[in-house]
């Protein structure tokens, strides 16, 4: 009669750590294409001058390609390496701390009333914010769950 382990398997929904942080580096890369899509499509098919408001004693500019790569790629390193401490230092709480503080910067970030731009311009300023959003705050949250 054989007889069966009594080691515990190995759950299949458990995430190893070299796979969530492919999974988020992934969608970070999304984020960016998405946004660099974007911006292709708004630029170069539309023609339209997307500018960004008015900061530190600088006028309102052109919004150029540097700019969107950094906004697509900072933020969310940022963010993972928060996730990391998080869950290294308050693994139980680490990602309800982490969405509400997503929240509050993601809220934050958003262009309000910008000096010189034109409405639409924050409207489509804040839909690049929102394309990076939709592409890596559920896989940061889903691949922490897991992992936990």
Known sequence: MATASSAP???ARRLTETNARVLRLAAIGIALVA???YMLVLTDVAGYDLRAPAVFGRPAQSVPI?????ASVVPPLLGWALLELLERFVPRQAT?????LTALVFVASLPYNGAGVTMSDQLLLALMHLIV????????VI?????S
């Open 143 to 147: 691949t922490s769950l897991r992992r």
């Open 66 to 70: 540097s700019m969107v790569i950094a």
């Open 133 to 140: 959003g939709a592409a890596v705050i559920p896989v940061f």
């Open 35 to 37: 946004n660099l899509a």
């Open 9 to 11: 398997r190995p759950s």
């Open 96 to 100: 309800v701390i982490w969405e509400a």
